[in-house]
């Protein structure tokens, strides 16, 4: 099992939330994050006094998957969260050791 | 000759005019006109529409989310606190018949509002009016200066500091000009306040900003308006209520009211057109909070000229105050240093300057399409206009600093005039008030 866990430009949540379901992703969690990367911040001015805003609002995408989908999961999300600028964000994968349905108690790949 | 004589005559005719219109020269023969009257209540609500909550949310929308409470209580509470000093004795200080103090002072005679009653006429309107509508200028005045040390004021100085404010600054000041004090004999031209309030509650900022001291972390710290939409939406309360506070300082319902309505609409909208282009200009974009600082700029400059200036004229006062106030709040304070968090130095001070003296310009009927409807008290030349306005300034600026000064140090040596800093950072919503602005 693998976490794939996607940093995207909020307002391609919508568009990535779709493409995941359409390759049968049955979940995914989404939290509202700030960061910096190669986009770093902005500035806002506000009567001459100029403010650096390090940090930028994103959202971050998690989906836990068998090892099969790991790929289509990163296709999905490259594809629809890219716009080709600077701040489309990142996907990181990492090993999932362990997942569990609390309900049932089911474990490993059913309980994704 | 004879054109030169004539135009002496119309000059003549013109300053009686204006006489009439100053306040304090109430005509006790008058009678009571239904249709002023019927204005003056408006005028009277627009006004104190400006303040709550027109200014409030002016105001509020440029503090820190933390902070956006103590913001719109001080000025609901202002609003509170003054109406009854107003009527306890203020109204007299202001509008009273000092006797042989009357050059500075009005006394107190009509303390309590003794012999306000129904029938009391003032000029045209019922007296329980006119001490209405001055009530609301009062009540805007002392808030305008809350900007100044937002964020950092003990709400419980700030209520003591400002009922000493209104009584021995705000008070005398407006008996000078308007109460048949001394500022009234020399022709000094403020229709509806530029001095007495704008001038008036910018150098009292100023100072109270100085005494005060800098917020903590300015200015390497952002401090960036939290809600720009809530300042734009009272910049355009406090636009529409300055139409009772310019068109309604006429006292009547007449021509000069009608015109003070149309320079008020123009010299607003040129300024805030000035600022966003000044802007775009130096900065290179073109910003909410600039265009609603521009016309609040504007508003300021014409409210001294809005009696007797033409629409020309008006157009040149709310250019000046447009790209003056832009300067003074964006270049001058950055250079100076001193932390007047809302600039109501930068846009009441500066802008009241630039308004009173064009005002001293403007109003001469010589100057062809620019022309307005003529000088002040004796005054036959700009110059000697000119002097006069800067003589209504200087007395202001000194008067007001001094004593303001003053009243701040007694008030911190009594009991503090500052928040502590745990207090600041934790936000005054939540310090002062045990409330939160945003519960999300």
Same mark, same amino acid.
């Given at each position: 099992m693998k976490l794939v866990s996607a940093i995207i430009k909020p307002f391609k949540l919508d568009d990535v939330r779709e493409a995941l379901s359409e390759i049968g992703v049955q979940g995914v969690t989404v939290t509202e994050v700030k960061g910096f990367g190669r986009q770093k911040g902005h500035t806002e001015l506000y009567r001459g006094a100029e403010y650096v805003v390090d940090f930028l609002p994103k959202v971050k995408v998690e989906v836990a998957v068998d090892e099969g989908m790991v790929d289509q999961v990163i296709e999905a999300i490259t594809n629809t969260a890219?716009?080709?600028?600077?701040?489309d964000g990142k996907i990181f994968v990492t090993n999932l050791e362990q997942a569990i349905?609390?309900?049932?108690g089911e474990t490993g790949p059913e309980a994704l | 000759m004879m054109t030169k004589f004539n135009n002496k005559g119309l000059i003549a005719v013109l300053v009686a005019a204006v006489a009439i219109s100053?306040?304090?020269?109430? $005509?006790?023969?008058e009678k009571l006109n239904s249709g002023d009257t019927a204005w003056m209540l408006v005028a009277t609500a627009l006004v104190l529409f400006m303040t709550i909550p027109g200014l409030s949310l002016f105001y509020g929308g440029m503090v820190r989310s933390k902070n956006v409470l103590s913001i719109l209580m001080q000025c609901f509470a202002i609003t509170a606190l003054m109406t009854i000093i107003w009527m306890l004795y203020a109204y007299s200080f202001a509008f009273g018949d000092g006797g042989s103090m009357n050059g500075f002072f009005g006394g107190f005679?009509?303390?309590? $509002?003794?012999? /306000?009653? /129904?029938?009391?006429?003032s000029g045209t309107i019922p007296e329980t009016v006119f001490m209405t509508f001055q009530m609301t200028f009062a009540v805007i005045t002392p808030a305008l200066i809350v900007g100044a040390f937002a964020?950092?004021?003990?709400f419980s100085a700030m209520l003591i500091f400002m009922a000493i404010w209104v009584s021995i600054v705000y008070a005398p000041i407006s008996h000078w000009v308007?109460?048949?004090?001394?500022?009234a004999k020399y022709g000094v031209l403020d229709f509806a306040g530029g001095t007495v309030v704008h001038i008036n509650a910018g150098i009292a900022g100023l100072v109270t900003a100085l005494v005060l001291?800098?917020?903590?972390?300015?200015? %390497?710290t952002a401090m960036p308006p939290h809600n720009l939409g809530l300042t734009l939406m009272g910049a355009s309360m406090l636009w529409v209520g300055w139409f009772g506070f310019n068109a309604g300082s006429?006292?009547?319902?007449d021509g000069v009211a009608g015109m003070a309505m149309a320079v008020t609409q123009i010299a607003a909208a040129t300024a805030a057109l000035a600022w966003m282009f000044s802007e775009w200009v130096v900065h290179g974009k073109p910003s909410v909070l600039g265009i609603a600082s521009g016309a609040v700029s504007g508003l300021v400059a014409i409210t001294p000229a809005s009696g007797s200036v033409g629409p020309m004229g008006a157009l040149v006062i709310g250019l000046a105050a447009g790209v003056g106030c832009f300067l003074a709040s964006t270049k001058l304070k950055r250079a100076m240093g001193y932390d007047d968090s809302l600039d109501v130095f930068g846009v009441h001070a500066i802008g009241g300057i630039i308004g009173a003296l064009l005002t001293g310009i403007f109003?001469? %009927? %010589? $100057?062809?399409?620019?022309?307005?409807s003529g000088l002040g008290?004796?005054? %036959?030349t700009i110059g000697a206009q000119l002097g006069a306005q800067f003589m209504g300034i200087a007395a202001t600026v000194i008067y007001t600093g001094i004593v303001t000064y003053v009243i701040l140090k007694v008030v911190d040596a009594v009991i503090g005039l500052r928040v502590s800093e745990d207090e600041e950072i934790e936000g005054l919503d939540l310090s002062h008030h045990d409330e939160r602005g945003y519960i999300i």
């Open positions: 890219r716009t080709g600028k600077i701040g349905r609390i309900r049932t | 100053v306040p304090a020269i109430a $005509l006790a023969e005679d009509k303390a309590l $509002l003794q012999g /306000v009653g /129904v029938d009391a006429l964020e950092r004021m003990k308007w109460g048949g004090g001394w500022l001291g800098k917020r903590h972390g300015f200015p %390497t006429e006292l009547a319902a109003s001469a %009927t %010589t $100057l062809g399409v620019f022309s307005g008290g004796d005054n %036959t």
